[in-house]
């Protein structure tokens, strides 16, 4: 079945304690992006990568990492994680990236509680 | 920075009601696409538009892209339990797609 993954669904930690979600896609898909989704804010990009070796910076990358060594995997890390990192996480796939975008297929969430 | 915003945040409707979110860009896109997500579940994608005063239709749902490709609606006809959900909108005009605020539409039976 195509799908995107993510691990850990839930995660409470504390401040300063790193962190690594993890996220795989099964599809080939070249382009792969993290968003994070706020109540009232909606969605909004973290890191994105349009292929392997190839990262960049969304709308709020401050505070994250992310690394592309594999077509599959885009794990998010937080270094040093802090309380307004609190968040539902989204991991995201499509076949290509580009001026017109494919279809986004998304990983079920990740709940994180930075205490 | 682009930004996509997305009116109303919220909206109640009686079942069998019409339902109508707006999407409004501060720049031109190459395209749009709607997505819903269900409470508690991941944003599912929904349907894309690319040309200028683009219309398409899925069942109840009727999805419209502005002549000047900066702006979108989605209208669903006689709303359902089923439509219960938050329906984003996300634009793109680089390799960044851009997502509304979101509209959260509850429907009572």
């Known amino acids: 079945e195509a799908q995107v993954t993510q691990n850990p669904r839930y995660l409470i930690t504390v401040t300063g304690k790193k962190l690594t979600v993890t996220c795989s896609q099964n599809?080939?898909?070249?382009?792969m992006s993290w968003y994070r989704q706020d109540p009232g804010l909606g969605l909004r990009q973290i890191y994105y990568s349009m292929n392997v070796e190839v990262t960049d910076k969304g709308d709020v990358p401050e505070g994250y990492k992310v690394s592309r060594k594999e077509k599959r995997n885009f794990p998010l890390i937080l270094e040093s994680p802090s309380p307004n990192q609190t968040s539902l996480y989204f991991c995201a796939s499509s076949l290509n990236g580009g001026l017109l975008l494919e279809t986004q297929y998304f990983g079920p969430g990740t709940r994180l509680l930075v205490l | 920075g682009q930004q996509v915003m997305q009116i109303p945040q919220y909206q109640h409707v009686q079942e069998g009601e019409d339902f109508t979110t707006y999407c409004n860009s501060s720049?031109?896109?190459?395209?749009i696409q709607w997505y819903k997500q269900r409470p508690g579940g991941h944003p599912v994608f929904l349907i894309q538009?690319?040309?200028?005063?683009e219309v398409k239709k899925q069942k109840r749902l009727t999805f419209q892209f502005g002549e000047a490709k900066k702006n979108s609606s989605l209208h669903i006809t006689a709303t359902q339990t089923t439509d219960v959900g938050t329906y984003f909108c996300?634009?793109?005009?680089?390799?960044?797609?851009?997502f509304g605020t979101g509209t959260r539409l509850q429907v009572f039976p």
């Open positions: 996300a634009g793109s005009n680089t390799d960044k797609l851009i």
């Open positions: 538009l690319v040309k200028s005063g």
């Open positions: 720049t031109t896109l190459s395209n």
């Open positions: 599809m080939n898909h070249e382009y």
